[in-house]
């Protein structure tokens, strides 16, 4: 995230240097920038922590506890960027995707520990 903002920013300061360039031009520039620039904000923020009764997740905006015991389900979304939702009793759900370091191992520890067994489609 943090390279592809660099690289918008690069592009963004280049297109000043010449004249006549569309106002377009600037405003998708402009947009990726705020949009890894967010993107990084949130990757940095976000952190799930694993502990003996469960975990927590710390989002962008929210902070969420879950005891092993409240989670009914891990879905995997696979995709060019996996994404992981953790479901838990209450209604509410967490997710994470597999931009985050040791993402596989997380998501099977979660199964493990909450006593999920994983589905096979």
């Not at 600037?26 to 920038?33: P, T």
């Not at 003996?52 to 891990?74: C, H, L, P, Q």
């Not at 191992?105 to 979660?110: D, G, I, N």
């Amino acid at each position: 995230m943090a390279g592809a903002g660099i690289l918008w920013v690069t592009v963004l300061v280049y297109l000043l240097r010449f004249d006549g360039v569309p106002l377009k031009t600037f405003l998708a520039a402009i947009f990726f920038v705020v949009f890894f620039g967010v993107s990084l904000m949130y990757y940095a923020r976000t952190r799930i922590v694993v502990d003996a009764g469960g975990i927590t997740y710390r989002g962008m905006v929210r902070t969420r506890r879950f005891s092993f015991t409240e989670i009914r389900k891990v879905d995997v979304l696979p995709g060019p960027v996996t994404v992981y939702a953790i479901r838990g009793t209450s209604g509410g759900f967490v997710h994470f995707t597999s931009f985050f370091q040791h993402h596989r191992r997380l998501a099977a520890l979660l199964v493990e520990r909450a006593g999920l067994a994983p589905m096979i489609s």
